[in-house]
């Protein structure tokens, strides 16, 4: 299984955040449709079994954004129009869970110094549907569900420090995160770049981060979603392109 290390940053002002993207020449991986939405449903048993391992079972389906009117004659994809990924994430071998400071729905990754580590083994899918009934059919229930508009760079190659390392803004009901991922010493660098130091770094999931907003506003957690208003408002807008 590959390895991922990671860390989350809370983004606080997305104009400084852009021009310092654009200062490091940083680049969409997707050129025709960079902003994707992604619609997330995390599986377990009713008794949270693979949670308490710090282990995570996540269907996604992925959903390119129209290209803007001056693309608009470069097609996306048709494999990107709309793909399903399912992911298994689990901690190193190494690791024991009971050790990591792991709970459910929490980090599901091992918590090096300021880094959250895990294995992880993701594959296409051509049927969200049936895959959901075969999870289902093992016992096993879509419990938490979450989205979010995904932004994914990088570097160029004259940078040779970022080789490996993605940059991924996060657009989500809670807030604007950065998803930094590759080797270590990218991520200092690029996290010190960006202009954030290691004690913003945060190697809690979305979960996590959902619950602790719910807290804040007395609400009770149910599924990290946009609201329907924020939702039209964004179809009108991508209508308008």
């Known amino acids: 299984m590959a390895q991922e290390t990671e860390i989350k940053l809370k983004v606080t002002n997305e104009k400084g955040l852009q021009r310092a993207l654009k200062r490091l020449r940083a ?3 997707s050129k025709t449709s960079p902003r994707v939405h992604e619609f997330n449903v995390i599986f377990d048993h009713e008794d949270g079994a693979l949670a308490k391992r710090g282990q995570l079972l996540r269907i996604r389906t992925e959903t390119a954004e129209p290209p803007k009117k001056k693309s608009a004659k470069k097609s996306v994809p048709t494999a990107w129009k709309q793909r399903v990924l399912v992911t ?5 071998e190494d690791n024991d869970p009971s050790s990591s400071g792991n709970a459910p729905g929490h980090t599901s990754g091992r918590i090096t110094g300021r880094y959250k580590i895990r294995e992880e083994l993701e594959l296409e899918v051509s049927d ?15 419990w938490f569900r979450y989205e979010k508009y995904r932004t994914t760079y990088a570097l160029g190659k004259a940078q040779g420090w970022a080789k490996g390392l993605l940059i991924e803004l996060d657009e989500t009901p809670v807030g604007i995160f950065l998803e930094l991922e590759g080797p270590v010493e990218a991520i200092d ?14 190697n809690k999931n979305y979960l996590a981060l959902y619950v602790e907003e719910c ?6 957690p149910r599924h990290m979603l946009f609201g329907p208003t924020k939702l039209a408002a964004k179809s009108a807008a991508a209508n308008k392109k």
Request: net charge positive; no cysteine.
């Open 128 to 142: 969200a549907g049936a895959l959901t009934k075969i999870f289902e059919g093992l016992g096993m229930a879509g």
């Open 88 to 92: 298994f994430k689990r901690p190193p």
């Open 215 to 220: 807290r804040k506003r007395a609400e009770e």
């Open 27 to 29: 680049e969409p991986v």
């Open 189 to 202: 660098r690029a996290a010190e770049e960006l202009g954030f130091t290691k004690s913003d770094y945060i």
